[in-house]
């Protein structure tokens, strides 16, 4: 059994099982938001990045067995059939359903479970932010997209409440939005926005 994974593996395993392409744009925006989570924070980016491109690894087969209460549990099981075995990545990926799924019964408790959590969520807000902005990412600003966090319509499906945990990694939000912005910024040119 594998006690680590990188980037490139996580790209194979990616590949081998999520085919939706919105579900791959926002596993890549997670990919980078949690390596700039953890180089800001002192934690191992290539094993953070790896955890944020393969957190909903099993979003295509869970949809189409019509059984979204597996979530994050096929993950796992996928990743150990897969050949690893690295239980603080199995915990994170189960914990970021927490108040989610009814079926979520493992708890954020970890640096790297509130990290996940609040860093693929901050992805859907950024991403609703800059698709209603002509000029995309270019004059993107903390303070406009901290305006649109406060207004509960927009992106109404984002958790508020997960993206505020990010203090419990050690990041006011205003910087984790900056950190979370120009992460993505880095990518635009492969995603749609």
């Known amino acids: 059994m594998k006690d680590s994974i990188t980037i490139t ?5 990616l590949e081998k099982y999520l085919k939706t392409p919105y579900l791959k744009d926002h596993s890549r925006e997670s990919e980078v938001v949690m390596k700039a989570l953890a180089k800001r924070v002192g934690e191992d980016e290539e094993l953070w990045g790896a955890i944020g491109l393969i957190h909903d690894l099993d979003m295509d087969i869970v949809t189409k067995e019509n059984n979204i209460e597996n979530h ?3 993950t796992v099981e996928i990743l150990k059939e897969e050949g690893y075995d690295i239980p603080e990545m199995f915990q994170a990926i189960r914990a970021h359903t927490e108040g989610c799924l ?12 509130y ?11 950024i991403s609703a932010y800059v698709r209603m902005r002509p000029e995309k990412f270019q004059g993107a600003s903390v303070k406009s997209l901290t305006k649109k966090f406060k207004d509960k319509s927009f992106a109404a499906n984002v958790s508020r409440e997960f993206i505020n945990d ?4 050690g990041l006011e939000r205003g910087e984790f939005f900056q950190l979370a912005l120009d992460a993505m910024a880095e ?7």
């Open 166 to 169: 990010i203090e419990k990694v």
């Open 102 to 113: 009814e079926s979520a019964d493992v708890l954020r408790q970890t640096k790297l479970d």
């Open 115 to 125: 990290a996940l959590s609040a860093g693929e969520t901050v992805t859907g807000l």
């Open 72 to 74: 994050s549990r096929r």
């Open 187 to 193: 990518i635009s040119d492969e995603i749609q926005f």
């Open 9 to 13: 593996e996580a790209r194979e395993i």
